[in-house]
């Protein structure tokens, strides 16, 4: 029998990638995504201790808030694809020219956005909550606002930062991970626990660290480390040609990203007749599933990193071999994180101040979570990257929001609603988008036409 090491060589080896650079640049994306995550799961239970009003305001906003970010990162994840081809095709200056275009495409269309996001909060939280409680629209609208605000620096930030992921340099995106999201950390200590602002301690904290970040972001592509001679003006060069491409792999995503987070929004719609402590838990089980998403989510960026540059360079055969490989592992590894992790579960929620029955909601959440990510994750999304890297981001689309629908929405509101479920049936029908979502994948990738051959 073959020992573990001697498997992975022989799943991972190949003339494009060794099995040793491929560890490596997995490690370092799991401490990119555990910075992100934990980091992000500690300022959700800073929010807590203000109290549930809060922790509700922000979870109401936050798939509203979550719409508009989407759309600039879906542009940045289409960018970011077209410079992985660029540097799996080994033209230097069409990668430099890609990387500008993408910094300075995500700026434009941010502000935009943003500045829609901030004139329209109050109207907005109004028009979805008409029956929350007055406090809770005050916190909600104010959050709001503060959010729109830090999205402009953070799209900038988050172009640069998924451009050097996907082309492989892992060390930079983790040192612009580390920097925003301690300096988030932080501030988030400063503004929430130490001054007392609530609610508005938590925007000013993402406000300042986004801007940070975005400033290093610039200073390192710019200065520090410039490999690809990337300059100021780039940012300001738009070719028709490139533009297109960018558009044409970045608005599918973008498409299904709106439709991903409008379906979100319906879930958050019907949990709105459920109590605060239902909407707080729900909030606080996402926070802590978010942790254990770590190593999840670096697979998934490395699948964007290796598949896109195997395709760039058309090695269309190593594409699917790499997709297929990383399912296969990808099971092993989330089996062994919620193996770790799930039993310091009760340890993790000493963090958040919920109450005994928030507590009940939050852990049987994270159990049928906890269940389903080694069975249906891996099948559910990393094929999906590896598909939209090929411009197979129409189809990855269609299966994303017609499995939210069916599931989430549809089958998620019977559970919780009628059925009286509560929270847990939303979570039994996010175990069921994933099986759906891998069956579908499965069945697409069989064949040839997701790879749109241009030879």
Request: hydrophobic letters at 50%; aromatic letters at 10%.
């Amino acid at each position: 029998m073959k020992r573990p090491g001697e498997r992975l060589n022989e799943l991972l080896n190949s003339n494009q990638f060794t099995y040793p650079e491929l560890q490596k640049m997995f490690w370092t994306l799991t401490l990119d995504q555990f910075f992100i995550f934990f980091i992000s799961m500690l300022s959700t239970a800073m929010v807590s201790s203000v109290g549930e009003a809060a922790i509700a305001a922000v979870s109401m906003v936050g798939t509203v808030n979550g719409m508009v970010s989407l759309m600039f990162t879906s542009l940045a994840t289409g960018g970011a694809i077209v410079v992985a081809r660029a540097k799996g095709s080994g033209d230097a200056l069409e990668l430099r020219h890609a990387i500008g275009e993408v910094t300075g495409l995500c700026g434009a269309v941010s502000l935009v956005l943003s500045l829609l996001l901030y004139a329209g909060a109050d109207v907005l939280v109004r028009l979805l909550y008409p029956r929350v409680e007055p406090l809770l629209v005050e916190y909600a609208v104010r959050y709001m606002r503060m959010m729109a605000i830090s999205f402009i620096p953070f799209s900038i930030f988050n172009a640069v930062f998924n451009i050097f992921r996907n082309l492989g340099d892992t060390r930079s995106s983790l040192l612009l991970t580390i920097v925003i999201n301690v300096s988030h950390l932080l501030l988030s200590l400063l503004f929430i626990n130490i001054l007392g602002l609530g609610v508005t301690g938590s925007g000013l904290s993402y406000i300042v660290a986004r801007t940070l970040g975005m400033g290093l972001a610039l200073v390192w592509l710019l200065r520090v480390h410039n490999t690809y001679a990337v300059r100021g003006r780039d940012f300001f060069r738009f070719r028709p040609q490139v533009t297109r491409e960018i558009a044409s792999l970045g608005a599918p995503i973008a498409m299904e990203s709106l439709l991903m987070q409008g379906g979100m929004l319906l879930v958050q719609v019907y949990l709105a007749r459920l109590t605060t402590t239902d909407l707080a838990a729900h909030a606080v089980s996402n926070s802590i599933l978010n942790l254990y998403n770590t190593t999840a989510g670096a697979l998934s960026a490395l699948a964007g990193t290796v598949c896109g540059q195997c395709y760039g360079a058309k090695r269309y055969d190593l594409t699917r071999r790499y997709c297929d490989s990383l399912i296969r592992i990808g099971r092993f590894v989330l089996l062994g994180t919620v193996l770790v992790l799930y039993p310091l579960t009760p340890l993790l929620l000493k963090l958040y101040r919920a109450s005994d029955a928030g507590r009940h909601i939050i852990y049987t959440a994270l159990t049928i979570g906890a269940a389903g990510m080694p069975l249906f994750w891996c099948n559910g999304n990393i094929p999906a990257m590896v598909l939209r890297v090929a411009g197979d981001a129409v189809f990855t689309g269609a299966v994303s929001v017609a499995a939210l629908a069916l599931c989430r929405v549809v089958l998620g509101y019977v559970l919780a609603i009628p059925a009286g479920l509560g929270v847990p049936g939303i979570w039994i029908a996010l175990v069921c988008e994933w099986a759906i979502r891998g069956l579908a994948f499965h069945l697409r990738m069989r064949g040839d036409a997701w790879l749109h051959k241009k030879d």
